[in-house]
């Protein structure tokens, strides 16, 4: 059974930091490509980052130079490092697996941003 599990979210002022981690099981860890995506209220899901299995990263427009994505194999975990956080910041921030056709995503954890 695959479970991705997220943590780290909460209540942080603007300018704050926070980090997400999120822990695989039941899958390959090393093989899958990981991301982190959000959902504000009453908006499409989007891609905030992305980690190649190879360790290839890429981050939405909107967060360059603020968050940083991060996996450590050995702990089955990816991590998403937020800093100078902003209240349009705010969203439930998911984790997804991919791995060819094998895509799995997690709850979700809830990060709102205080002006």
């Known amino acids: 059974q695959v479970q991705l599990v997220e943590s780290g979210g909460g209540l942080v002022q603007a300018g704050g930091s926070l980090r997400l981690s999120c822990a695989a099981s039941?899958?390959?860890?090393?093989?899958?490509?990981m991301g982190w995506y959000r959902q504000a209220p009453g908006k499409q899901r989007e891609l905030v980052a992305h980690i190649t299995s190879g360790g290839s990263t890429n981050y939405a427009d909107s967060v360059k130079g603020r968050f940083t994505i991060s996996r450590d194999n050995a702990k089955n975990t990816v991590y998403l490092q937020m800093n100078s956080l902003k209240p349009e910041d705010t969203a439930v921030y998911y984790c997804k697996s991919d791995f060819r056709s094998f895509v799995y995503w997690g709850q979700g954890t809830q990060v709102t941003v205080s002006s």
């Open positions: 039941g899958i390959i860890f090393s093989i899958n490509a």
